[in-house]
């Protein structure tokens, strides 16, 4: 046996000494400087921000190729809603932008986009599809391969929340939520009063998560799929986190306590809840939609009020799947990203970053959410939630969603371990890089970003002090406030892609018939306003008096702009008559 001496094992270990450390050299250098006000956005000490792109269109979902390409789905129901962006001189800054794409899209969420196997696959509202990725290329002209879609036009109970996040599980399986269509199981749907339907009947149908073959083609959501798991109201982001080889979503919890239950709920108790849950689920789980929602101040699951008075014990709720971790009401939890990259400091390894959209009814309180939050990991089981960058809705407090510059929609991890976030207003991409030093990374670093949970966006809110309808006349405004600023928004702009303007459309300035049959008998289906399409469900409001409804139409034909005459009560009242 050859002897080795002492000098040559040490030699050779100061080789590799060095090796290693101009490999992480390389590595820091690799990264691109940070923008000098890091993008407008606030993050812990040590972290910089690049914006690599701005306004491509409004963003949704993303991802990051292994060369670090990005691709981003947008929102809206055209052909080439695929935006490709390439960074050529590692400046940060994306100097190509394209965008491509030939598939239909039936609606305007334009969700889902991962990568899985060599391809890259991408939803819509009721299509999921995949395309075949050439090595190197970044415009990917393959035909899309139709994977799952879904019959919503012959839905026997309607649909909302159809958005399509996807993930995958590393067993070939895609995942895939089919939402609820309403606040609760109701027959007629989000009508004040109306008991739930129980059992519920929607749930074979909605409100749920389905495991497919993620390489089968003409799948059909959701005859082909198994039901994994049920009792969802609504899913916008969920993740498959490989360390324990489990799925996990952020949830949408319900809307509406307040309008539909102004007896038993105030409208603060309607501005913070019910929760949005972080859930852990396993094949065969059930978190208790319709029946119950998640009180994350009392940390239980409550009977919803729709529901009480039909024989289900109260006490039941602690039987269903419980959350990880339940947010406060209406922040909108749009993705999740588990994080398995090595350049962040080891407290991110294995955690969720949770990217908020943020509110747009919690009027007549301040709009909260717009921020990504981090969770980290502990042994398999969450901590407590951080802020981790902020600085997204400028001005507070924030009364009206069409008021914040940007609204965080998306997350995605890129080869070297920088996080990328979206945006949905404008289309406006971010690249989140560590450059400080790793061990020493503590809680002093989080100083920053911590002092932003006293902000109006994220503390929960005062009941008297930052209630922003103090000091509202009575009248149509003080019932506009009530019924209608929490969708419509003070302003009366709506919120995009959900609730449409009331400013500058003949919908409110023209056909006064056509505008108080809409507030007596509600409106469901597809609109235009604005030359933007809208589909959703726009209860009646006919439990108001005549007189109520006189004053309510008055005020908003002549505000917001529009300078249209009133509505008078006998008006409102001949049509009641004739319905």
Known sequence: ????????????????????????????????????????????????????????????????????????????????????????????????????????????????????????????????????????????????????????????????????????????????????????????????????????????????????????????????????????????????????????????????????????????ESAIYPSEEFLRIKQGDNAGWPYFYYDQVRKKRVLNPEYVGLGIDENSGEDYNQPLIGFPGHWAPNDILFYTGNQFPDRYKNGAFIAFHGSTNRAPYPQAGYFIAFVPFNDGQPGAWEVFADGFIGDEPLANVSDAPYRPMALAMGPDGSLYLSETVLGKIWRVMFKGDRKSFDSENLKVTEARKSLPHIRTPDEEEDNLQKGVVMGGERIYATYCAPCHQRNGKGAEGRFPPLDGTTWVSGDKARLIGVILNGLEGDITVNGVGYNGIMPKHDFLKDEEIAELLTFVRQKFGNGADGVTASEVKNLRNKN
């Not at 390389?26 to 400087?33: A, G, N």
């Not at 075949?132 to 002209?141: A, C, I, W, Y």
């Not at 391969?145 to 399986?173: R, S, V």
């Not at 994994?228 to 799925?247: E, F, K, Q």
């Open 1 to 268: 046996m050859k002897s080795v001496s002492i000098k040559s094992i040490l030699s050779a270990g100061c080789i590799w000494v060095v090796t290693i450390m101009l490999f992480f050299q390389c590595e820091r250098v690799s990264l691109p400087e940070g923008d000098p006000d890091n993008g407008g956005l606030v993050v812990p000490d040590g972290f910089e921000v690049v914006v690599v792109a701005d306004s491509i269109g409004s963003a949704r979902h993303m991802a990051v190729n292994d060369n670090g390409d990005i691709y981003v789905k947008l929102r809206g129901g055209k052909p080439k809603g695929i935006v490709g962006l390439r960074d050529e001189d590692n400046d940060g800054k994306a100097d190509t932008i394209v965008y491509f794409g030939n598939y239909e899209d039936i609606g305007n969420y334009g969700t889902g986009m991962r990568f899985y196997r060599g391809y890259m696959y991408f939803s819509t509202a009721g299509e999921v599809y995949r395309i075949k990725m050439e090595p190197g290329e970044l415009v990917q002209d393959a035909e899309p391969e139709l994977i799952i879609k879904d019959d919503y036009k012959n839905d026997p109970h309607g649909y909302e929340h159809i958005a399509k996040p996807i993930t995958f599980d590393n067993d070939g399986h895609i995942y895939l939520q089919y939402g609820a269509p309403g606040d609760v199981c109701q027959v007629l749907n989000r009508i004040p009063g109306e008991p739930g339907e129980f059992p519920c009947s929607e749930l074979t149908e909605h409100g749920g998560i389905w495991q497919f073959d993620a390489s089968k083609k003409d799948q059909t959501l959701q005859k082909d799929g198994v039901h994994y798991a049920t009792g969802i109201r609504s899913i916008v982001g969920m993740d498959w986190n490989t360390a324990d080889n489990t799925l996990y979503a952020v949830v949408h919890g319900r809307d509406d306590l307040a309008r539909r239950n102004p007896i038993q709920y105030s409208k603060w």
